[in-house]
T-cell receptor
């Protein structure tokens, strides 16, 4: 019940296309859902986050869609660019200490 | 502004040798501190977290230990490394009572 399942494991998208990464959770006590972006050899950096009281949050080309009833949330990257090529992690938490991370999606955007 | 420092960046250690990884945070007080491990092709696994000096919570029983000797210093240690300890170790901090981690740049540990 503490798992966050992330898919796909890897994704290849053409430049200008839409990248979509999905996550699903079981624990209904989760109340904070961040996405992190990690470049090779670097630590993950917070990209965008959402709380379950909203269904969508947008920041620039990045959008989180949240479906509380289905216990799913997804990251959409519009107009994907080669510079977006990185590993993306979803996460969930029910408090301020512990995050449960997904297994990551390696995104490659072709020029 | 707050910054997090983690060192060394890479480390190659023989099996059975000790380990000490250090993490420090600047520009804040009373942070929550975390150690995560990222194994190849896998997600981020929480190893330890600390809400104050000397206060350590362990998430996964294993060959590692953590200490927080000062408010903004977090150390990950092992007395005898195993091959399975290889991985990418990440320190992170958060404001007490707030959401959102900030990760350090990580240490790539290879046990040979």
């Amino acid at each position: 019940q503490q798992q966050v399942k992330q898919s796909p494991q890897s994704l290849i998208v053409q430049k200008g296309g839409i990248s979509i990464i999905n996550c699903a959770y079981e624990n209904t006590a989760f109340d904070y859902f961040p996405w992190y972006q990690q470049f090779p050899g670097k630590g993950p950096a917070l990209l965008i986050a959402i709380r379950p009281d909203v269904s969508e949050k947008k920041e620039g080309r990045f959008t989180i869609s949240f479906n509380k009833s289905a216990k799913q949330f997804s990251l959409h990257i519009m107009d994907s660019q080669p510079g977006d090529s990185a590993t993306y992690f979803c996460a969930a938490s029910s408090g301020t200490y512990k995050y449960i991370f997904g297994t990551g999606t390696r995104l490659k955007v072709l020029a | 502004s707050q910054t997090i420092h983690q060192w060394p960046a890479t480390l190659v250690q023989p099996v059975g040798s000790p380990l000490s990884l250090e993490c420090t945070v600047e520009g804040t007080s009373n942070p929550n501190l975390y150690w995560y491990r990222q194994a190849a092709g896998r997600g981020l696994q929480l190893l330890f977290y600390s809400v104050g000096i000397g206060q350590i919570s362990s998430e996964v029983p294993q060959n590692l230990s953590a200490s927080r000797p000062q408010d903004r210093q977090f150390i990950l240690s092992s007395k005898k490394l195993l091959l399975s300890d290889s991985g990418f170790y990440l320190c992170a901090w958060s404001v007490r009572g707030a959401r959102g981690y900030t990760f350090g740049s990580g240490t790539r540990l290879t046990v040979v």
